[in-house]
């Protein structure tokens, strides 16, 4: 079935731009109708929904993080990509990505293990 | 953006059933059935239980159910098991200027 893994820096400069990836395996991220998220979880907090990418290019963003964030898609590679600028401390959170689509328009059956991005000098 | 407010934690002991509340507005919970809830214990990602208020995923145990009545949707745990002791989050589509998807506060369920 298909699996997904964050990867990128787990230490990012305040004002730097944090960027993730979001690997696909067990399936291609092209098929079927699914749309591919950020999600991102302060430690000890809530789920913050980030935004989402559909295999087409459209783009829905969280409006609080609207200006700052960009999801892409790289269907060659077979992943998803988040960069988030100009970061704070605000910004430090387990960042996950998953899937949707199977499961309605907003059900996220898939998701990766998630990986913990701390900002900080 | 607000989150959905759900109870900051909820009790039961083995066996018997309980339900978290997920309290949103008519620009979301009211007015659309695209509320979902997630499971997550500690250091794991998320699970999702229910989709679209009261549909469950292939594999997820009958005993997880949910429900909606004007801004409020509900969960449902029957049968409490300790494997359930975890949190738990809502969601749900919010109607804005663009499409926009709002998770719950967060439940913690603890099994006596």
């Known amino acids: 079935q298909v699996q997904l893994q964050e990867s990128g820096p787990g230490l990012v400069k305040p004002s730097q731009t944090l960027s993730l990836t979001c690997s696909v395996s067990g399936g291609s991220i092209s098929s079927g109708s699914y749309y591919w998220s950020w999600i991102r979880q302060p430690a000890g907090k809530g789920l913050e929904w980030i935004g989402r990418i559909y295999i087409s290019g459209s783009t829905n963003y969280n409006p609080s993080l609207k200006s700052r964030v960009t999801i892409s898609v790289d269907t060659s590679r077979n992943q998803f990509s988040l ?3 100009s970061v704070t401390a605000a910004d430090t959170a387990v960042y996950y990505c998953a899937r949707g689509g199977d499961y309605g328009d907003y059900g996220m059956d898939v998701w990766g293990q998630g990986t913990t991005v701390t900002v900080s000098s | 953006q607000s989150a959905l407010t759900q109870p900051a934690s ?11 509340s997920c309290t949103g507005t008519s620009s979301d919970v009211g007015d659309y059935n695209y509320v979902s809830w997630y499971q997550q214990h500690p250091g794991q990602a998320p699970k ?19 429900s909606k009545s004007g801004n409020t949707a509900s969960l449902t745990i029957s049968g409490l098991q300790a494997e359930d002791e975890c949190d738990y989050y809502c969601s749900s589509y919010r109607i804005s200027s663009i499409p926009l998807y709002v998770f719950g506060t967060g439940t913690k369920v603890t099994v006596l």
């Open chain 1, 83 to 85: 960069r988030l600028s």
């Open chain 2, 10 to 20: 909820v009790s039961g002991s083995p066996g018997q059933s309980i339900t978290i």
């Open chain 2, 48 to 66: 999702l239980m229910i989709y679209d208020v009261s549909n469950r995923p292939s594999g997820v145990s009958n005993r997880f159910s949910g």
